[in-house]
C-alpha cells in the first residue's frame, strides 16, 4: 500500500518547492566509482530500484545525488530507479550538487547539461554549491546559478558546507536577481551540534533558509546496534570504521545518550534510529530537513517510519540535553 504524508509536507526555505521532512540521501548509489564511492559497497540495480519504491511509498518526496558521488554514478542509478518506479515517481524531487574544488564558477553552467543527461532530463528543483572552496567567489557562484533558474534549468538555489557568512552573502546575491537561498546542506546530529553554536543555525532561521542535515545518524552509530554488538565495526567496508565514533572509547562515550533513545523508542514501538531522526526534523520546528541514507530495504522502511510519529516537546528536551551531556555541555 502506498502512504501519501501530504499533511507532513513542509516548504523548503523560501522556495515555493513541498518536501517531506526526511528526504533520501543517494552518497551510497555511487556504484563504488571514484574516490568518495568507495566509501559505500555497491548496490546492485534492482537493490537501489527496491530502496527508491519503499522511500516513494513510505512518502518521502525528494533525492539528494550530487555530480561527485561516483562522478555521476549516483545521479545516473538515482534516475533510472525513479523511471523504473513509473507513476509512483511522478512527483519525486530530485536535488543535486556542483563539485567546486579546482574549478571556477564557469563550470556550473558549463556541467548543468551534464546533470540534466544523467538525470535522464528530470527536472533539478534543487542546485547547490556542495563545498564552499572553489577559484571563484561566492558572488560569481551565485550569480551562475541564478543565470541557471533563468534559463529554465534549475528551479532553487542551495549551498551546503557554508559559513553563516558565506551563506549570507549567498542569499545577499541572489536577492539581487529577485531570487533567495532556499537551504545550507551541513553535517548535523546529536552528536555534532556545531551549527547550533557557530552561527550557522541562527542565520538560517533569521533569514528563512533551510537547514539540510547530512549524517543525521553520525553514519549509523545512533542507530545502537554498534553499541550492543562492538563486534559488527570490523564488519564495515570503508574509512567509516576508522573513525573515532566507533572505537570502545567512542561507543563508551554516546551509550547514555543510546540509553535514552533506545527508551523512547520502545516507549514508540519504534527504533532508536527513529526516535533521532525524529528529534531532527522536530527540535527546530519545520527549519530542519535531513537525508538519511540507505543501503538496504530496511533501512528505507526505517526511514520512512520516523516520519509517521512526533515527539513530545518534553521527550526532544530530554533527547537534546543528553546529546549535549555526551557532547561535554
Known sequence: MTV?????????????????????????????????????PVLSKADVGKIVQTSLRGGINWFDTAEIYGKGQSEQMLAEA?????????????????????????????????????LDNRPIELHQVHQPYSFSSVRAEMTAMAELVKQGKIRNVGVSNFSAASMREADRVLREHGLRLASNQVKYSLLDRRIERNGILDAAQELGIAIIAYSPLEQGILSGKFHKR???????????????????????RSKPLIDVLEELAEYYDASPTQIALNWMIHAHGDTVFA????????????NVKA???????????????ASWQVLGG
Request: some cysteine; aromatic content about 8%.
Open 291 to 302: 537525508i538519511p541514507g540507505a543501503s538496504k530495504v530496511h533501512h528505507a522502511e526505517e
Open 307 to 321: 516520519m509517521q510519529f512526533k515527539l513530545t516537546e518534553a521527550e526532544l528536551t530530554r533527547i537534546s540535553d
Open 230 to 252: 562492538p563486534e559488527l565495526v570490523k564488519a564495515i567496508t570503508g574509512p567509516r570504521k576508522w573513525s573515532s565514533a566507533f572505537r570502545a572509547s567512542g561507543l563508551r
Open 4 to 40: 501519501t504524508w501530504q499533511s507532513h509536507l513542509r516548504q523548503l526555505g523560501s522556495s515555493a518547492l513541498e518536501l517531506s521532512p526526511l528526504g533520501l540521501g543517494c552518497w551510497q548509489f555511487s556504484n563504488g566509482q571514484g574516490m568518495v564511492g568507495k566509501f559505500w
Open 82 to 118: 525513479l523511471r523504473d518506479a513509473g507513476p509512483l515517481a511522478d512527483r519525486a524531487h530530485i536535488a543535486t550538487k556542483w563539485w567546486p574544488i579546482l574549478r571556477t564558477a564557469s563550470s556550473i553552467s558549463h556541467t548543468i547539461d551534464e546533470r540534466l543527461r544523467l
